[in-house]
C-alpha cells in the first residue's frame, strides 16, 4: 500500500535529479546530525567499502534523500551555510555541496517491492505516511550497489536484534535467580518483563508508557499548533493521543490519551532497528496533518527506564516557537499486572466517556431502605412501642428489635457498633466515629402525605466521604448499631477536623442534591486518645452569618487512635496536605460542598458574605480591651495564679517573670534576640494557661505538660469528664463574659453615635451647595425591572480579598489560641530552644567588629587608590564580551531551568486532578487543611467522655474504602495505609451503599 511518488520522471517527463545517502549515527563522536543527537556520521563514498563494516552495537541506520539547494537570486559568492530556510519555508538541516535534506528513513521503513534494470522501487515510511518511490540510478551496477549494502546493512541488523535478545534474556534470568535466592518463593515478585518459558514465540516485553508533555513546539497554525502524538513500533502504529488545540506547551493526561502498554514479544520488540518513535503532528481540518518534530527511543533506554521523565530533543523541520528546542518529555517503566486491568478499564469506558470509574472504591453513599405507607409506625401500650429503623438486627431474632420503647431505643443506639467501614488515607492512627442520633430537626417533608423527615448523614474527613443509612420518616431518628453508622478514618494529619452534615433524603436520579438541614465541623486535635467521646453538638445552616440559629442536635461518638504519639508531632514539621473530594455527580457535590462550607456559596457575590467578613474583621478589635487588661495585671503585679498551701492565694507570676528578663536584659542588651523569642513563648504559655482558667472542660486544650508527658511516653493519656460537669461555674462564668461583652458594645455603639452625628453635621453642610446636582441624579435613576450590580467587578474581587484575610487571621488565633495544640507546642519549644542558644552568641562584639571593619575600610583616604587603579579594571574586564556572553548564558540558564520547573509543575497538577477527575468524578471539593471556619464548634454540657475500656470488643471492619488521595506517577495509586491495618473488600456482603 501507499502512494506512488514518481520522484526522477516528473507529471512531463522531465527529470527531478536527487542523491541518495546511508549513513550511520553513532553516540561517541560530536558530529551534529539532524535529529540534533550528538553522533558520529559518515556515508558510502567506496563502492568497494561497506558501512557494515564499521557498524557498532549502538549505532542506528539511516537512509536520507537529499535535494539540489536552489540558487535563485544568489550571487556567484553566495555562502550556503548561512541560509536557515528552503524555498518552501522550511528549516535546512543539512547542506552538503548544495544539497539539502528531502527525506529521511530508518532502515526499517524501507520495505523493497521490485528491483529493476536502472531502479529500485520500494515502500517508504511508516504508519500513514507510507509512500511507494522509484529511484533511479545512472546504471545497473549502482543500484545493485545500493541494494547490496542496504542487504548488507539489514543482515547486520538481525544479528544484533540477536545479540540483544540472549542478553536480555540472560539478564533477566540473572535478575530471577537473584530474587529467589534471596526471598521466599511465596514473596517473589518477579518483574513483568521476566521470560515466560525458553520458547522465544512465547517472550514478551511488557512496558507501560506515558506520553508526558511537549515543549515549545514551532507554531504550524499562525502562531500557534494542535498537536498530538503518534507511536509507532517499527512499521507498527501502537498508540495515538487526542490533539490540544492551539497549544505549544502541550500536557497530555489520562483524559487524553498519555498512558498506553506496548506488548509485543522479545522477538519482535529486538527486530527493529529502534525501539518506539514518536511523531508530533499538527492536525489540520482542511489538508494533510504535518509532522513537528519526530524522536526515537532505543531498546535499551526503554528496558532501562523506571518512570523517571526524561527529556527528548525533537528533530524538527521548522524553528521553535521560542529560541529554546523543541523537547518530548516521555516515562516509562516495567509493566505489571495492576497496569493492564487500569489500561483495559480506560479503554473500554473512553467512547461513553464516563468519569469517577473507581467511585465505589472510595466513596460510601446515603443508604436508603424500602418504604411501605401502609406499614404502622407504633404499637399502642403500655408502653408504646415503634418500628426500629432501618430495620431489625439481622443477627438476633427478628421479633426482639423489630419493635421497642423510646427508652429502649434510645438504649439501643448507643450499643457499640458492630458494623464499621475503614477508610481515607494516612498512616498517623484511626479516628472512630459513630453517628448515633439526631433530634429536633426540621419536617422537610412537605408532601400532602404528611411524612416526615429522611434523615442521612454525609461525614467528611480529609480525602474520605461516607454516609450512614437513611432512617426513614422521623424528625429524631436514630441509628442502631447494626446499621451503616460507623466509620474508621485512617489519619493523614492531626489538624484535620470532621465535617458532618445532615439531609433529607430524596431519592436516586433526582436533578438536584438532597435537602441540607444542618451541619457542623469537631475539631479533634485537643482530643485525648484511647477515650470515648459522647459529644452532643447543634446542627446550624450556616458557617459565616454573625447570628446562626439552630436547626437541631446531633450525637456521636469518637475516639482517637494513635500508634505512635511523636509521628504526630513530626507530622506537624510541615503544613496539613491539601485534601480535594470529588463526586461522579452534581448532586453528590452539592451535598459535599453544604458539608464542607455551610449554605454560602463564595464563588458568587454575597453582600451578606462581605458584611460578615467586615463584623469578624471588627471583633479581632475586640482583645484589645483583654490586652490592656493583661497589660495592667502584669504591670500592676496582680494576683493571677492560684496556689492551693492551706489558704488560697493568688501569685502574680507573670509580673515576677517580667520584672526578671526586663532587668536581665536592661543590664546586658546582648540577650535581646533571646528574650525575643523568649516573649513568643511566654505569650503561647499564657494563653494556654488563660484557656485552661475557662471551667467548661470543653474549651479546655492539652496542656503544656501534658504534650511533653506525651511526647517522653510515646502516648497521649486518656481523660474521663462528666456530662454537666462544672455546670455552675460555667454559667456564672458565661455570664461574666456576656457581661463584659455587652460593656464593650456599648462603647462602641457610643462611640458609632457621636461619628454618626459628626457625620450627619458635616453632610448637611454639604448637601446646600450639592441640592441642585443632586436632584438631578434621583431623576434620573430608573427603577424596577432586572437590576444588575454595576459594582460586581469591583466587589467580588474585595470579597474574595477579605475572606483570604480572615481565613489567615483565623489560622493564627488557632495556633495562638491552642486551637491547634501540635503547632503551638512546637513553636513554644522551638522559641524556647532557640533563646537559650542566641543567649550564648555576643551579638555586641560581632555588631562592633563588623562596624569597625565596615567604617575603616569604606570611610578611608585609601578609597582614592581604588578609583584610581581598581575601577577601571574591573570597568575594562565588565564591559568585555566574554563577561556579556557568561552572564547571557547565566540568564539563559536560569530562564530554562525556571520554565523547566514551571513545567513539571503543571504536569504534575494537571495529571493528579485530570487522574482524579477519571477515578472518582468531576465534581471536586476542596477539604480545609487548618482551623478555617469562622466558629468553632463546642459540645454541649451533656457531652461526657470516658477512657476506653480495653475490654471493649474489637471493631468489626466489613468494609473497606480508599481515600481519594493518590501518589506516584503514570498510574497514580491510592495513598493507604499499607499493611498496619488490613484492607479486605467485602461490600456486597456488608451492603454498603453508593449515592
Same mark, same amino acid.
Given at each position: 500500500?501507499? +502512494? ?6 516528473? +507529471? ?35 563502492a568497494?567499502a561497506?558501512?557494515? =563494516?564499521?557498524l ?22 553566495? %555562502? ?7 524555498e ?19 532502515? #526499517?521503513a ?24 522509484e529511484?533511479?540510478?545512472? $546504471?545497473?551496477?549502482?543500484v ?45 515478585? +518477579? ?13 514478551d ?8 508533555s ?6 504550524y =497554525? ?6 498530538y ?20 506547551n ?7 490519551? $498519555?498512558?498506553?502498554?506496548? @506488548? ?19 492536525? #489540520? ?12 527511543? $532505543? ?103 423489630? &419493635? ?10 448507643m ?17 472512630f ?42 424528625? *429524631?431518628?436514630? &441509628? ?15 489538624s ?9 433524603? %430524596? ?16 475539631? !479533634?486535635? @485537643? ?8 459529644l452532643n ?15 437541631g ?13 511523636? @509521628? ?27 458539608? !464542607? ?8 457575590? %454575597?453582600?451578606?458574605a ?32 492560684e ?11 507573670? $509580673? ?6 526586663? +532587668? ?27 484557656r ?5 472542660? &470543653? ?55 457621636? @461619628? ?7 453632610? =448637611? ?29 469591583i ?17 493564627? *488565633?488557632?495556633?495562638?489560641? &491552642? ?11 522551638a ?19 563588623i ?11 585609601w578609597?582614592?587608590? !581604588? #578609583? ?16 556579556v ?51 468553632? =464548634? ?10 476506653? *475500656? ?9 468494609? !473497606? ?35
Amino acid at each position: 500500500g501507499g +502512494t506512488l511518488v514518481p520522484t526522477v520522471r516528473g +507529471t512531463f517527463g522531465f527529470k527531478k535529479t536527487k542523491r541518495v545517502t546511508v549513513e550511520v549515527y553513532g553516540n561517541e563522536e560530536d558530529d551534529t546530525p539532524t535529529d540534533g543527537v550528538s553522533s558520529r556520521r559518515f556515508s558510502k563514498q567506496d563502492a568497494n567499502a561497506s558501512l557494515a =563494516d564499521e557498524l557498532r552495537e549502538d549505532d542506528r541506520v539511516v537512509v536520507r534523500i537529499l535535494k539540489p539547494r536552489k540558487h535563485w537570486g544568489l550571487s556567484r559568492d553566495h %555562502d550556503d551555510s548561512s541560509d536557515e530556510e528552503d524555498e518552501d519555508g522550511e528549516t535546512t538541516l543539512a547542506c552538503e555541496d548544495g544539497w539539502v535534506e528531502y527525506r529521511k528513513y530508518d532502515l #526499517d521503513a524501507i520495505d523493497q517491492i521490485e528491483l529493476d534494470k536502472n531502479s529500485f522501487e520500494a515502500h517508504f515510511g511508516v504508519g500513514n505516511h507510507v509512500e511507494v518511490r522509484e529511484l533511479c540510478f545512472g $546504471s545497473k551496477a549502482e543500484v545493485d550497489d545500493f541494494n547490496e549494502e542496504l542487504t548488507k546493512l539489514r543482515e547486520v541488523e538481525k544479528e544484533r536484534a540477536k545479540m540483544k535478545l540472549e542478553a536480555y534474556r540472560a539478564s533477566v534470568k540473572a535478575e530471577t535467580d537473584e530474587k529467589e535466592k534471596t526471598s521466599d518463593e511465596a514473596n517473589v515478585k +518477579t518483574r513483568d518483563l521476566a521470560l515466560g518459558d525458553e520458547d522465544a514465540t512465547k517472550e514478551d516485553v511488557k512496558l507501560l508508557v506515558e506520553i508526558v508533555s511537549a515543549m515549545d513546539l514551532p507554531a504550524y =497554525d499562525g502562531k500557534s499548533s494542535d498537536p498530538y502524538v503518534v507511536v509507532y513500533h517499527g512499521r507498527d502504529e501502537v498508540h495515538r493521543t487526542k490533539r490540544q488545540n492551539k497549544n505549544l506547551n502541550p500536557v497530555w493526561t489520562v483524559d487524553n490519551g $498519555s498512558l498506553f502498554i506496548l @506488548n509485543v514479544s522479545a522477538t519482535d520488540f529486538f527486530s527493529s532497528s529502534t525501539g518506539l518513535t514518536f511523531l508530533v503532528k499538527d492536525y #489540520d481540518g482542511l489538508s494533510s496533518n504535518d509532522v513537528i518534530g519526530k524522536v526515537s527511543i $532505543s531498546q535499551e533506554d526503554l528496558l532501562q527506564s523506571k518512570g523517571e521523565r526524561k527529556e527528548y530533543e525533537l528533530a524538527t523541520t521548522k524553528k521553535s516557537s521560542t529560541p529554546l528546542k523543541p523537547l518530548l518529555n516521555v516515562r516509562v517503566r516495567p509493566a505489571v499486572e495492576s497496569d493492564f486491568k487500569f489500561i483495559q478499564t480506560l479503554h473500554s469506558i473512553q467512547k461513553s466517556k464516563k468519569e469517577g470509574v473507581y467511585t465505589d472504591t472510595a466513596f460510601v453513599g446515603p443508604k436508603p431502605h424500602s418504604v411501605t405507607m401502609l406499614k404502622r409506625e407504633t404499637k399502642s401500650g403500655p408502653p408504646v412501642l415503634y418500628r426500629v429503623k432501618p430495620g431489625p438486627d439481622p443477627s438476633r431474632d427478628v421479633y426482639d428489635t423489630k &419493635w421497642l420503647s423510646e427508652e429502649q431505643i434510645n438504649e439501643e443506639s448507643m450499643s457499640p457498633s458492630t458494623n464499621w467501614v475503614e477508610c481515607g488515607s494516612g498512616n498517623l492512627g484511626r479516628l472512630f466515629v459513630e453517628v448515633i442520633s439526631c433530634d429536633n430537626l426540621p419536617n422537610m417533608d412537605t408532601s400532602a402525605m404528611g411524612g416526615k423527615t429522611d434523615a442521612f448523614a454525609c461525614l467528611i474527613y480529609e480525602d474520605a466521604i461516607v454516609s450512614t443509612d437513611v432512617i426513614n420518616d422521623t424528625n *429524631s431518628p436514630r &441509628w442502631m448499631p447494626w446499621s451503616q453508622r460507623a466509620f474508621a478514618f485512617h489519619v493523614m494529619h492531626p489538624s484535620s477536623q470532621i465535617l458532618i452534615g445532615v439531609f433529607d433524603y %430524596d431519592g436516586e436520579g433526582m436533578l438536584d442534591a438532597h435537602d441540607p438541614i444542618g451541619r457542623v465541623s469537631i475539631n !479533634v486535635t @485537643n482530643f485525648r486518645a484511647d477515650t470515648d467521646y459522647i459529644l452532643n453538638y447543634d446542627l446550624f445552616e450556616s458557617t459565616l452569618d454573625d447570628d446562626r440559629k439552630s436547626v437541631g442536635k446531633i450525637k456521636v461518638r469518637v475516639r482517637l487512635e494513635w500508634k505512635e504519639y511523636r @509521628n504526630v508531632l513530626k507530622a506537624c514539621l510541615s503544613p496539613p496536605p491539601a485534601c480535594y473530594v470529588n463526586t461522579p455527580r452534581d448532586g453528590a457535590f452539592k451535598s459535599a460542598y453544604f458539608v !464542607v462550607h455551610g449554605e454560602e456559596n463564595l464563588q458568587v457575590l %454575597d453582600t451578606k458574605a462581605i458584611k460578615s467578613y467586615r463584623t469578624e474583621l471588627e471583633s479581632y478589635l475586640g482583645i484589645i480591651p483583654s490586652i490592656k487588661e493583661a497589660v495592667m495585671t502584669v504591670l500592676l503585679w496582680r494576683g493571677h495564679y492560684e496556689l492551693n498551701i492551706g489558704a488560697k492565694i493568688k501569685l502574680p507570676l507573670h $509580673s515576677i517573670l517580667c520584672f526578671f528578663l526586663s +532587668t536581665f536584659v536592661v543590664e546586658n542588651l546582648n540577650y535581646i534576640p533571646a528574650f525575643s523569642l523568649f516573649c513568643i513563648a511566654w505569650l503561647l504559655l499564657a494563653t494556654n494557661e488563660e484557656r485552661q482558667r475557662n471551667p467548661s472542660p &470543653w474549651k479546655h486544650s492539652l496542656t503544656f505538660s501534658e504534650m511533653w508527658y506525651a511526647v517522653l511516653a510515646n502516648s497521649s493519656p486518656s481523660i474521663e469528664i462528666a456530662d454537666n460537669e462544672n455546670e455552675a461555674a460555667i454559667r456564672r462564668y458565661e455570664e461574666a463574659k456576656a457581661a463584659e461583652a455587652k460593656a464593650q458594645v456599648d462603647k462602641t455603639l457610643e462611640m458609632k453615635k457621636q @461619628n454618626e452625628e459628626l457625620g450627619n453635621y458635616m453632610a =448637611d453642610e454639604a448637601a446646600e451647595s450639592l441640592e441642585d446636582s443632586t436632584a438631578y441624579q434621583a431623576t434620573s435613576v430608573g427603577g424596577g425591572g432586572l437590576q444588575i450590580n454595576p459594582l460586581k467587578p469591583i466587589l467580588l474581587p474585595i470579597q474574595r480579598i477579605l475572606g483570604q484575610v480572615c481565613i489567615g487571621l483565623r489560622i493564627v *488565633s488557632s495556633i495562638v489560641s &491552642w486551637d491547634e495544640s501540635q503547632y503551638a507546642f512546637i513553636i513554644t519549644n522551638a522559641c524556647i530552644v532557640g533563646g537559650l542558644i542566641l543567649m550564648f552568641i555576643p551579638w555586641s562584639f560581632f555588631l562592633r567588629w563588623i562596624a569597625r571593619i565596615l567604617v575603616w575600610i569604606l570611610t578611608g583616604p585609601w578609597m582614592k587608590l !581604588v #578609583d584610581i587603579y581598581v575601577l577601571p579594571r574591573l570597568e575594562e574586564k565588565d564591559s568585555g564580551m566574554s563577561k556579556v556572553k557568561a552572564l547571557m548564558d547565566q540568564k539563559a540558564a536560569t530562564i530554562i531551568n525556571t520554565k523547566q520547573q514551571a513545567m513539571i509543575t503543571k504536569e504534575q497538577y494537571m495529571k493528579y486532578f485530570a487522574m482524579k477527575r477519571y477515578m472518582f468524578g468531576k465534581y471536586v471539593v476542596r477539604v480545609p487543611q487548618f482551623k478555617e471556619y469562622r466558629y468553632s =464548634d463546642v459540645p454541649h454540657a451533656e457531652s461526657y467522655a470516658k477512657p476506653h *475500656s480495653p475490654d471493649a470488643p474489637k471493631e468489626n471492619i466489613v468494609a !473497606v474504602k480508599h481515600g481519594q488521595k493518590l501518589v506516584g506517577d503514570m498510574i497514580m495509586e491510592w495513598n493507604d495505609a499499607g499493611d498496619d491495618f488490613e484492607k479486605v473488600e467485602k461490600e456486597e456482603e456488608a451492603g454498603v451503599g453508593t449515592e
